[in-house]
């Protein structure tokens, strides 16, 4: 009975998510880490980060790839059961592909008209900031925790993700690299990968 | 009379595209180009709308190319082989790493491996927004809506969809009504 929930539970979010994310597989990484961490605290930020890390590594959309990941860890975690961990990851993936296929069939439908909506357009010039402050949220989140306490918050650095002041250097190092320099993304985790093995 | 497709060759074109897009969906872009147009099943110049269709769309912009370009071999079924497809390979290889890390966590050098990662994925994030804010953060007031949505979720504990669904319907009725005042 509480897996069936867990279950319907873990299929709503996921459906919500895919339903709000717009501007791709980084705003869609701020809903989940809303959603999953902060709302119903199935995982860690910790383990949420290294769920970012393994599906940035891997092939496929990095929205679709942390969906499978987290809906295994959540079923999993709950249960200890791989099997049903297995049942998590297509629950989790399917529900967050169901809006799409909704919205993106209407859109074929009306394909002319969509396309040269000017209050589309207009619409979207309003969300497109809205997401970069999404997504600029999700790393905030990742690095701080502020907890209210009374009108007062309360702002402490997330120590699992950020323990001493070589990972700020490595945050800095992997930003100019990433910006700056243009290193593929799976290079510059596979190099911090091994500067973590050294420096720890 | 054209030939039909059959929804196993889509599945299965669209599998070898998900296996091989490393990145997100604008890394699919020239693998889809080059699989589709060398079939003749869709032309170069169709794929510029399918894309900028695929982006304004809420969802992951991979799985609506797949839907779109799916439905337009074969309709609905189309559109279900093909994003069955090209998800395929990247469920079974996060399954298969999922399930084999859950065992190896503890390890302590897979522990000291990722304390190096988890900033460096941090910065991984931080790269796209800085790049979407110089595109998209054009006047002051999109800055503001910018850093308002930031201090809303990371400080104040606002759900990132409560605040879509606001700026959805501002945005919305603020186009309307300059378009009629027009």
């Known amino acids: 009975m509480t897996v069936l929930w867990l279950i319907l539970q873990l299929s709503w979010t996921f459906f919500l998510i895919g339903a709000f994310t717009f501007g791709g597989g980084y705003a869609m990484l701020s809903l989940i880490q809303n959603q999953v961490v902060v709302e119903h605290a199935w995982i860690s930020e910790a383990t949420f980060t290294d769920i970012v890390a393994v599906s940035q590594m891997t092939p496929g959309p990095i929205g679709i790839n942390s969906a499978t990941y987290v809906g295994y860890d959540v079923l999993f975690n709950a249960t200890g059961s791989p099997v049903l961990g297995v049942l ?111 420096l720890y | 009379m054209e030939k039909k497709v059959s929804l196993w060759q889509i599945f299965l074109v669209f599998a070898k595209i998900g296996a091989f897009t490393i990145g997100g969906g604008y890394a699919m872009i020239p693998l889809i180009q080059a699989e589709m147009s060398r079939r003749g099943w869709i032309s170069d110049d169709e794929l510029p709308d399918i894309v900028a269709l695929s982006q304004s769309a809420p969802g992951v912009m991979a799985v609506n190319i797949s839907i779109f370009a799916g439905h337009k071999l074969r309709g609905f079924k189309g559109s279900v082989a093909a994003t069955l497809g090209s998800i395929t390979p990247s469920f079974l290889i996060i399954l298969a790493i999922a399930m084999f890390f859950t065992a190896f966590r503890d390890n302590p050098w897979i522990e000291r491996a990722f304390k190096g990662i988890r900033p460096a994925v941090i910065a991984l994030i931080a790269v796209p927004m800085v790049k979407m804010a110089k595109k998209s953060c054009t006047t002051w007031w999109k800055w503001l809506l910018a850093i308002g949505s930031l201090v809303l979720v990371a400080f104040l504990n606002v759900s990132p969809i409560y605040i879509i669904l606001c700026v959805l319907i501002i945005g919305f009725g603020a186009t309307w009504f300059r378009m009629r005042s027009k």
């Open chain 1, 88 to 198: 998590g990851s297509l629950t989790a993936t399917l529900s967050l592909m169901i809006p799409s296929f909704i919205i993106m069939l209407l859109i074929v439908k009306f394909y002319l008209k969509f396309r040269s909506s000017r209050l589309y357009a207009g619409t979207m010039d309003w969300l497109k900031p809205c997401v970069v402050g999404l997504i600029g949220a999700a790393a905030v989140i990742l690095i701080i925790k502020t907890t209210w306490t009374g009108g007062v918050p309360q702002v402490q650095v997330l120590s699992e993700n950020f323990p001493d002041w070589k990972s700020w250097l490595l945050l800095a190092g992997a930003f100019a690299a990433s910006y700056w320099g243009k290193v593929n993304p799976i290079y510059l985790i596979l190099a911090s990968a091994v500067l973590g093995m050294l």
